[in-house]
């Protein structure tokens, strides 16, 4: 016969097993607990290098080098940036995708950085649809964004031999979605409990704007995920200034002083993957240093992850469990005849795709722009398509509610720079590179909306955006919109 006091023990031990079962983690009950992920992959092109036997900086036909595809020609890989016609000659340092997803509950979100001079949205589609596929994520919850290094690969086509000749090699973009989401997979796969830091510092002797009337965003913005063992998970970094710090004269791969800040963080924290988001860069925002050799890159690099870390090492672990995150797009009028030409003849599906879009009352274009408005912790994160001025991404920060803010420029797009409408300047190297005095109150319009709209009521009327994306774009087994539409309407993209 069982005793009474081994029959309460026995309850006592199936109460606990039966709690256990159902409870959650005690993690989970913690204020400010997220589920964290990072990861990366290389994406440094195959640069064939050779011996310039003459010394007169270029390759010239009979000189030794180095065939790395067998087919018995040597292949340039075109760099990004300053003029055309630049060869690659080798690697500095590799070009990466890191990638940083959060989870809590239901909702996951993933960011992307790609280390390129920008994505173009047609190569964006391919790599979210890459995404979407694989791991069955919503559309409207991935990020991906461009670094601008101007010491990458050509990926727009805009870099080539002459101004009618593409410098993108299409065999290369062909890579990257698969690449991307190999990143994007070490990130999920790595999700731990973890809590966030948010810290900000002013680093105004780093940036200058070399245009009038030089008005720069010195913030560099930082969120850092710390395991609960206390081991860095990911970093996440936004400031406002051009990978430029190399001159054109160069010839070699790099992601120029992000590198350098990535790495230096990197072992500054004890670990982690560091992500690098650019700022509102436009106006010419640009390092200022004494030089413009590696070194003098790392040093800028290697200072501002310096000050990074001392800034999140004062910084509290963050109890708010804020996540919001919003998806949307706007049609942007394009007026500059030499992007519309450009847009017109990438091909790949991308043609007729431009050529179905609306038109406005003055024969412009309307291309669709997404845009995200993200609240994570203590953040508060809202994107664009181009290289924004810093005027205009003043008045954004002055709208946002987060404790740190982060302007993330050349997100799912490149469309050149946004330039506020009162200081256009109709010669101006700039707006020669914009889509037309416009772009700048159409967007900002949009954005400060999202930004300043009540929370429910967004999340009420997000639209899912996949059904809208072209289906010739997307992999197999991602479902968009089913053909070009005729030219009415704001939403046929």
Not at 284 to 291: F, L, R, V
Not at 348 to 364: M, N, V, W, Y
Request: net charge negative; with cysteine.
């Amino acid at each position: 016969m069982i005793s009474p006091r081994v029959r309460l023990a026995s309850l006592i031990v199936l109460v606990a097993v039966s709690l256990a079962a159902v409870a959650p983690p005690l993690w989970a009950l913690d204020d400010g607990v997220f589920l964290v992920g990072a990861g990366k992959e290389a994406i440094t092109p195959a640069v064939e290098t050779f011996e310039d036997q003459n010394g007169n900086n270029r390759f010239d036909a009979g000189e030794p080098y180095k065939d790395r595809n067998g087919n018995g020609k040597r292949d340039v890989v075109y760099i990004a940036g300053y003029g055309r016609n630049r060869e690659a000659f080798g690697v500095h340092d590799d070009l990466w995708a890191r990638a940083m997803a959060v989870k809590r509950g239901d909702a996951t979100l993933v960011m992307v950085a790609l280390d390129l001079i920008g994505a173009p949205s047609d190569l964006c589609i391919r790599i979210k649809g890459e995404i979407v596929k694989r791991f069955g994520l919503p559309w409207n919850r991935v990020l991906i964004a461009s670094t601008h290094t101007h010491h990458g690969p050509d990926a727009i086509g805009m870099w080539g031999r002459t101004l009618l000749e593409s410098g993108a090699d299409p065999a290369y973009l062909d890579t990257l979605p698969g690449k991307v989401a190999a990143a994007v997979k070490q990130a999920l796969d790595s999700l731990r409990p973890a809590r966030f830091k948010v810290a900000s510092v002013s680093l105004p002797t780093v940036v200058k704007d070399i245009h009038a009337p030089h008005v720069t965003d010195p913030e560099l913005s930082l969120l850092q995920a710390v395991g609960l063992d206390g081991k860095s998970v990911a970093v996440v970094a936004n400031f406002a200034s051009h990978p430029e710090m190399v001159d054109e004269k160069q010839h070699l791969i790099s992601c120029d002083y992000p590198h350098f800040l990535r790495e230096r963080l990197e072992k500054n924290l004890g670990g982690g993957i560091a992500l690098f988001f650019a700022g509102a860069l436009g106006g010419m925002q640009t390092p200022n240093a004494p030089g413009n050799t590696f070194d003098d890159c790392r040093q800028i690099g290697e200072f501002k992850a310096d000050q990074a870390a001392a800034a999140l090492g004062a910084a509290p672990l963050s109890r708010s469990n804020t996540f919001f995150v919003y998806s949307h797009r706007v049609a942007l009028p394009l007026g500059n005849q030499m992007f519309a030409l450009g847009m017109a003849i990438r091909g790949r599906g991308a043609t007729a795709i431009f050529e179905s879009l609306p038109k406005d009352a003055q024969g412009r274009r309307l291309v669709p722009c997404e845009f995200m408005l993200i609240r994570l912790s203590d953040t508060e994160f809202i994107t664009n398509p181009g290289e924004m001025y810093p005027e205009l991404g003043f008045k954004l920060k002055e709208k946002m509610r987060g404790k740190v803010k982060f302007n993330v420029g050349l997100c799912f797009g490149e469309i050149g720079y946004i330039v506020p409408p009162e200081i256009w300047n109709p010669k101006g190297y700039e707006e020669s590179m914009s889509f037309g005095v416009d772009t700048a109150p159409t967007l900002l319009e949009a954005l400060l909306a999202a930004i300043s709209a009540d929370e429910v009521a967004l999340a009420k009327s997000e639209q899912d955006l996949l059904p809208l994306i072209p289906q010739t774009l997307l992999p197999d087994g991602v479902r968009g919109a089913p053909a070009a539409q005729p030219e009415s309407g704001d939403e046929e993209f």
